[in-house]
């Protein structure tokens, strides 16, 4: 009984713990997902201001090449006239213009280089992203067609208790005839005791009977109305 017991408790605990970490799977599931959101979401954010920063350095860059050109023009015409001290100060702001022009240039260029790369992970993470989605949902599905699939088994009979049943409805209507077997047995006794030799040789003509029968009832009251 002992072993029994704990067959069964241990099959009990196995099924608990099949249906928990079955259920935390989905959960993790989904939490995993929702992590590589967030980590998608703060990788947008960097893009974005990537993006920003680029744009900014663009307008930048645009300002400083139509001062650069406004001013040298100037320059020129300083020069023409003969301004030599006019066209050696504007001379000197184009110069650290044009310097800022170049390191303006070298930022956007990294920044843009850092911008592919980024924008490149981040599609390939959204890309990975839908397809976790996708399998998330099949796998939740596998996994209620399995619950339902566990209550489908466990409301059809098993092999075992159907064969189990076939066996006691075959020992109930196996089971002899007590009444009929009585009757054979107390043939059987009068049999191998000789108490019936005397019937059977009445009945076929030898000797008389010891019994009183209706025959005998019969021709003894038309007797006795003669």
Excluded: C, W
């Amino acid at each position: 009984m002992f072993n029994t017991l704990n067959t069964l408790f241990k099959g009990a605990n196995a099924r608990a713990e099949e249906k928990l970490r079955d259920k935390f799977a989905i959960e993790l599931i989904d939490q995993k997902i929702r992590e590589s959101l967030v980590g998608l979401q703060a990788a947008k954010s960097t893009l974005a201001s990537l993006i920003q920063r680029e744009r900014n350095e663009v307008r930048q860059i645009e300002a400083l090449q139509t001062r650069i050109a406004t001013l040298t023009e100037s320059t020129l015409a300083a020069l023409k006239d003969d301004r030599e001290e006019l066209a050696t100060e504007a001379a000197n702001a184009i110069a650290h213009m044009e310097n800022e022009l170049t390191v303006r240039k070298d930022t956007a260029a990294r920044i843009d280089s850092k911008i592919i790369r980024l924008r490149h992970s981040v599609e390939a993470a959204n890309r990975r992203i839908i397809d976790l989605k996708q399998s998330a949902i099949t796998a939740k599905s596998i996994h209620q067609e399995r619950i339902i699939q566990a209550r489908l088994s466990n409301s059809i009979p098993t092999r075992s208790s159907i064969d189990e049943a076939e066996d006691l409805i075959s020992r109930i209507i196996d089971q002899p005839d007590l009444f009929e077997q009585s009757e054979i047995l107390r043939e059987i006794d009068s049999s191998l005791s000789f108490e019936d030799v005397g019937d059977r040789l009445t009945e076929n003509g030898y000797g008389t009977s010891a019994k009183t029968t209706a025959s005998d009832v019969l021709t003894r009251l038309k007797s006795i109305n003669e």
